[in-house]
């Protein structure tokens, strides 16, 4: 066993001695996530490296979180800083740990933490990975999948200690499991290889074209001439990865009280909410308007609160926030932009099935954008629209609650009774004149993508100038990803292209969470509609969607790249330049 060991103990080190860069690094993770855990100081030795992903970033600036929030956003378990801030990732540390004391260098970014010392590095570990035993037995088969881009291996990491001759599907994913690899993939017959993500430009291929034996089993395919056999064992990534929103205990808007009487569910908790943990913090405001009338007598106060429809339009489990009223070009206007900027919470928290009825939502408000254009006889209102087209799934009546509280006891005033109709938004609020993305959807002929019809009919979510007036000096971007705007993830001027990666993600999650799984699951029947009648949204949505779901995983993959590449110059520049004005 002692010589098994060895030889599992040579294979890590192997794998990370032969480093080809041709991996395409993702952005730094800029959502909230669990801080990594200080791990010790550990020393490169001549014959390996100690973690083989370099981070893109200058070391100029480096500082702990900068490096923590590349690795992170790579997928990678560990961080790892050197000389003064060269930061690196890997999935495992190929090195002996030496003496705190080695690890003597400030960070050129933060002259209070440490980064490392030559050749010596300060290393971090992410908490969020599984800690079970992972062995080979859980890799599950991907299929065969494309290693022929221009750009670059679909895994990084070749494993040319692995004996070609000899190769068998187990030696493989041994040797990628022993590095910590969560893909691991077999090609030609010989060549192994593992990574931490899939390339870029690597799709999924037919199985028949993976049609090589293994030449150390011929019973079994290991790949063909630039294909893959790709294995995935989630049991080596993160259970939180960048993105991850930890759900939310239910919590509510009411006013703080020791007893709280509800006629009806608290309307405006909507519990949906599933804000990261940086937001959550915001004591949420109804921005629409609420009619209270408060009684107060000597030992209790009743509060007795009249709450609009909050849940105008709804899809699954999530509700748009109303419209705001109209009754001119203008105010129409408004309004459709309102309704425009919320499709893309529609797609994030809906939930499967109903998620396919934020397309129909997405129509209707292109249908108010439609109506305020058509210059109605008798004016452009609401109400007009709303007897033609009805918002569907929720349109909750307006609900009374009523909260029981106990006075303050600085009140000496008499009882009083009063009524106050008040927007409850404590904030300057502007409409967004117009839903125009600053970001850009990306154009792949190949995949026939672009834009107006981007992957699946998912468009971007959309980045524009923020409309609160308190937010706004320092953030002027704002990324409309949550019916709430102060939920929504706001952009200092100089990180546009920040805001415009995360939609870029967003998008990636929402295809694949949405087209893609579409397509997994719709019925399978004939591609003409008129063959078959709908019995369903998933059918009257998903008939024309042809990929199967590997296929439609890289197309939105593809999306996503692209889509990271054409946003990398959008700053922004010469947008929002004043609040309100756009
Ligand atoms: C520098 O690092 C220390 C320790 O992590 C931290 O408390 C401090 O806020 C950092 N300073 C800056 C300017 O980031
Ligand atoms: C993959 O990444 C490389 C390097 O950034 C880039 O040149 C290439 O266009 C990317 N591939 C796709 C399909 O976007």
Redesign the pocket.
């Known amino acids: 066993m002692a010589a098994f060991k060895m030889a599992a103990a040579m294979a890590a080190v192997a794998l990370v001695a032969h480093v080809k860069a041709t991996e395409v690094p993702l952005p730094p993770c800029l959502d909230p996530f669990q801080p990594f855990v200080y791990s010790g100081c550990f020393q490169e030795t001549s014959s390996t490296q100690l973690l083989p992903f370099r981070s893109p970033q200058s070391s100029d600036d480096m500082?702990?979180e900068k490096c923590v929030a590349e690795c992170k956003g790579n997928g990678y378990r560990y961080a790892g800083l050197v000389y003064y801030g060269v930061c690196y990732c890997g999935q495992t540390v190929n090195g002996p740990q030496v003496d705190e004391s080695q690890c003597n260098l400030p960070c050129n970014g933060?002259g209070?933490?440490t980064c490392g010392g030559n050749g010596i590095f300060s290393v971090y570990s992410d908490p969020t990975f599984p800690v079970e035993d992972v062995t080979i037995e859980d890799y599950d088969p991907l299929g065969c999948w494309t290693d022929d881009s221009s750009m670059g291996r679909a895994l990084t990491y070749r494993q040319d200690k692995v004996d070609g001759a000899t190769l068998t599907t187990e030696k493989c994913l041994q040797s990628c499991r022993d590095g910590g690899f969560p893909f691991a993939g077999t090609e030609f017959g010989g060549e192994c290889y593992c990574g931490v993500v899939i390339g870029n430009d690597t799709y999924a291929a037919p199985a028949s074209e993976c049609d090589m034996p293994c030449n150390g089993n011929s019973g079994q395919t290991c790949g063909g001439r630039g294909r893959l056999n790709l294995f995935v064992a989630h049991e080596l990534q993160s259970l939180e990865p960048c993105g991850y929103e930890p759900p939310v205990s239910s919590s509510t808007t009411l006013p703080p009280t020791s007893t709280a009487t509800s006629t009806a569910p608290p309307e405006t908790s909507t519990a949906t909410s599933t804000a990261p943990p940086e937001t959550s913090t915001i004591t949420s405001t109804s921005t629409t308007p609420i009619t209270s009338t408060t009684t107060t007598s000597s030992s209790a106060c009743v509060s007795t609160t009249v709450v609009p429809p909050t849940c105008e339009y709804k899809c699954g489990k999530w509700c748009s926030s109303p419209l705001p009223d109209w009754d001119d070009v203008k105010s129409c206007k408004g309004a459709w932009s309102t309704c425009a900027v919320q499709v893309a919470s529609c797609f994030k928290q809906a939930g499967w099935p109903e998620v396919l009825d934020c397309f129909d939502f997405g129509e209707w408000c292109a249908d108010v954008s439609k109506y305020c254009d058509s210059n109605p006889r008798g004016g452009c209102r609401k109400g007009d629209f709303w007897g033609k087209k009805p918002p569907k799934g929720g349109a909750n009546p307006p609900k009374t609650i009523t909260v029981t509280t106990t006075c303050a006891p600085a009140s000496t005033k008499p009882p009083t009774t009063s009524t106050t109709t008040a927007a409850s938004s404590s904030t300057t609020k502007c409409p967004i004149p117009t839903p125009t993305n600053i970001c850009i959807q990306p154009t792949n002929n190949h995949y026939g993508y672009g834009p107006g019809k981007p992957v699946g009919g998912i468009e971007m979510p959309v980045v524009t100038c923020n409309d609160l007036a308190e937010d706004w000096p320092h953030y002027p971007f704002k990324g409309y990803t949550d019916v709430e705007s102060r939920k929504c993830r706001k952009y200092p001027r100089n990180q546009c292209t920040n805001a415009c990666a995360d939609a870029c993600k967003e998008q990636y999650e929402d295809c694949v969470d949405v087209y893609a799984e579409g397509c997994k699951r719709k019925p399978s029947r004939g591609r003409d509609a008129s063959y078959f009648e709908f019995h369903s949204s998933v059918e009257k949505r998903t008939w024309r969607w042809n990929d199967e779901w590997s296929g439609a995983v890289s197309k939105c993959k593809a999306q996503y790249s692209d889509c990271l590449k054409v946003n990398r110059g959008v700053t922004g520049a010469g947008k929002c330049p004043k609040f309100g004005g756009w």
Do not use: C, G, K, R
Request: proline share 0%; glycine share 0%; aromatic share 0%.
């Open positions: 500082t702990v933060n209070t933490e």
